[in-house]
Every structure is written in structure tokens, then in C-alpha cells.
């Protein structure tokens, strides 16, 4: 029961270029979208937000956009630094009240190449 | 900055034995999750606690598994009988109302 899929495994960008994570989701209660970013042996970290009804939000080097008739999200990282190197997990709850469940895909690797 | 702890940081158990599994939530949240992560899955909700008593619980969450908050920091997760299959990183995450959860850095659970 895949409600949030991340398609592509991996992605490799040069450093400087932007990186764009794309994410789907099947499932129509999801009202609250989140990327998060984990490097082995630690937690996820928290990155960025929406809303759904919000169709972007900014967070410095961060943006995530929101297609919500498409039920599709992205998120951009410009410009791409070394340290962006991490696996990226975006996650959906059907609401941001607290107390909701997140529902994660199965990650991106990302990889910046120097 | 406040942050999500969890001891230990690994844990190795024979199968049929039980273990706990401890998380110090952010002082002020007041929701509390268990999520896990088999290795190359992703990761998974287990289940959620707020004011004293499990709000909602996946399909994983059986009878052998339970949790418990037995003072005012603490936030366990206790396997009553462990099974292989559950080896896994264990992830503990607090929220309040209207954030975003934060989580851990986990616990790996290895049954042997």
C-alpha cells in the first residue's frame, strides 16, 4: 500500500545546479506534505513544509511546490551543496493539528558531486 | 537547541526475549510517536500517544508490542517477545500542535 511514492531511488547533481525530488501520493485525505532529510545512523531532520493550501513554500535554499490536482510535490534545492548529500524522505499526514501520522516514501538518495 | 534523545543507541536481544526501547520527547511537546525502519524499507508508523494513552496504532502494533510514558520525560516502547523480524532501526518523534514532528536518532534493534 504505496499512498506516498518517491520514484526514482537516486539522483546525482553537479554542485552549484539545482536538485529537484519529486514525490507522489495516492491518497486524497493527505491535507499536509513534509520533506525530511536523513544521513545514516541519525533521525530524521525535519526540512520543510506545506500546506495544501498552499501550492509553494520557501525556505531559503529550499522550495517545495505542490500539485495538488496531480497529487504531486516536489522539492528544489538551489544551488546544491556537498553537504545536501543525504537520503531525502518526503511524508504526508492528513493533517498539521498534531497528533497525526506521517506516511513516508521510500527516500531519494541524493548525491552532490564536487 | 532542544532534541528527541533515545537510549540505546543499539540493542542486541536473543528471539523470545524482551526488550525496551527509551526516548526523552522535547519538554514542551505533547504528542509522542514510535515509527521503525527495516533496513533499505521505509519508515514506518508504529503508533501514536497523547495525554496518557495511544491515540492511534498501525497494523505492526500487535499485542506483543506496548507503550508506556511512566514520568513526566520519559516515552518507552517495550517488545514483549521479540521476533527476527523485528530488527530494525526504531525512531522516536514529538510534536506539538501544529508542528512538524521531530524525531531522534534512533535505536537498532538487532534479534538474533
Known amino acids: 500500500d504505496q499512498q506516498v511514492k518517491q520514484n526514482s531511488p537516486s539522483l546525482s547533481v553537479q554542485e552549484g545546479r539545482i536538485s529537484i525530488l519529486n514525490c507522489d501520493y495516492t491518497?486524497?485525505?493527505?491535507?499536509?506534505f513534509l520533506w525530511y532529510k536523513k544521513y545514516p545512523a541519525e533521525g530524521p531532520t525535519f526540512l520543510i513544509s506545506?500546506?495544501?493550501?498552499?501550492d509553494k513554500n520557501e525556505d531559503g535554499r529550499f522550495t517545495v511546490f505542490l500539485n495538488k490536482s496531480a497529487k504531486h510535490l516536489s522539492l528544489h534545492i538551489v544551488p546544491s551543496q556537498p553537504g545536501d548529500s543525504a537520503v531525502y524522505f518526503c511524508?504526508?499526514?492528513?493533517?498539521?493539528?498534531?497528533?497525526?501520522?506521517?506516511?513516508f516514501g521510500t527516500g531519494t538518495r541524493l548525491t552532490i558531486i564536487p | 537547541e532542544p532534541e528527541v534523545t533515545q537510549t540505546p543507541s543499539h540493542q542486541v536481544t536473543q528471539m523470545g526475549q524482551e526488550v525496551i526501547l527509551r526516548c526523552v520527547p522535547i519538554?514542551?511537546?505533547?504528542?509522542f510517536y514510535w515509527y521503525r525502519q527495516i533496513l533499505g524499507q521505509k519508515v514506518e508508523f508504529l503508533v501514536s500517544?497523547?495525554?496518557?494513552?495511544?491515540?492511534?496504532k498501525s497494523e505492526i502494533f500487535d499485542d506483543q508490542f506496548s507503550v508506556e510514558r511512566p514520568d513526566g520525560s520519559n516515552f518507552t516502547l517495550k517488545i514483549r517477545s521479540t521476533k527476527l523480524e523485528d530488527s530494525a532501526m526504531y525512531f522516536c518523534?514529538?510534536?506539538?500542535?501544529?508542528?512538524?514532528?521531530?524525531f531522534g536518532p534512533g535505536t537498532r534493534l538487532t534479534v538474533l
Open positions: 511524508a504526508a499526514s492528513s493533517s498539521n493539528f498534531g497528533n497525526e501520522k506521517l506516511t
Open positions: 491518497n486524497s485525505m493527505f491535507d499536509y
Open positions: 506545506i500546506s495544501s493550501i498552499k
Open positions: 519538554s514542551n511537546h505533547l504528542y
Open positions: 500517544f497523547y495525554n496518557n494513552e495511544i491515540s492511534e
Open positions: 518523534a514529538s510534536n506539538e500542535l501544529g508542528n512538524e514532528q521531530f
